[in-house]
Nanobody, 123 residues
Framework: VQLQASGGGLVQAGGSLGLSCAAS????????MGWFRQAPGKEREFVAA????????YYADSVQGRFTISRDNTKNTMYLRLNNLKAEDTAVYYC?????????????????WGQGTQVTVSS
């Protein structure tokens, strides 16, 4: 499975962005998916995850209530809506896919990764 993340950019604090992750294969619809981010000098951290059906979502405490993860299996695409952005949200955002229907909040629990898209929030 190949994943292509897009939608990053530069935004002011309090603003919004929408990220997309397009998958290359139809097996996308049977895989749980997640978003992670990595800031300079820091480890990759969990942001959000979604089950194969989209029926259940999980969020890191730091983004709960501000970010929304979703997916459209008919388009082989996952999304992340980032609202009320803060300077500390600045990072490279990665999408990931894992075999099976259950999610993981750990990076090593994912089998496929996109190339990352930069999100920069100016204060």
């Amino acid at each position: 499975v190949q994943l292509q993340a897009s939608g990053g950019g530069l935004v002011q604090a309090g603003g919004s962005l929408g990220l997309s992750c397009a998958a290359s294969e139809r097996t996308f619809s049977s895989n749980a998916m997640g978003w992670f981010r990595q800031a300079p000098g820091k480890e990759r951290e969990f942001v959000a995850a979604i089950t194969w059906s989209g029926g259940t979502t999980y969020y890191a405490d730091s983004v709960q209530g501000r970010f929304t993860i979703s997916r459209d299996n008919t388009k082989n695409t996952m999304y992340l809506r980032l609202n009320n952005l803060k300077a500390e949200d600045t990072a490279v955002y990665y999408c990931a896919s894992r075999h099976g229907t259950s999610v993981s909040t750990r990076a090593h629990g994912y089998d496929y990764w996109g190339q990352g898209t930069q999100v920069t929030v100016s204060s």
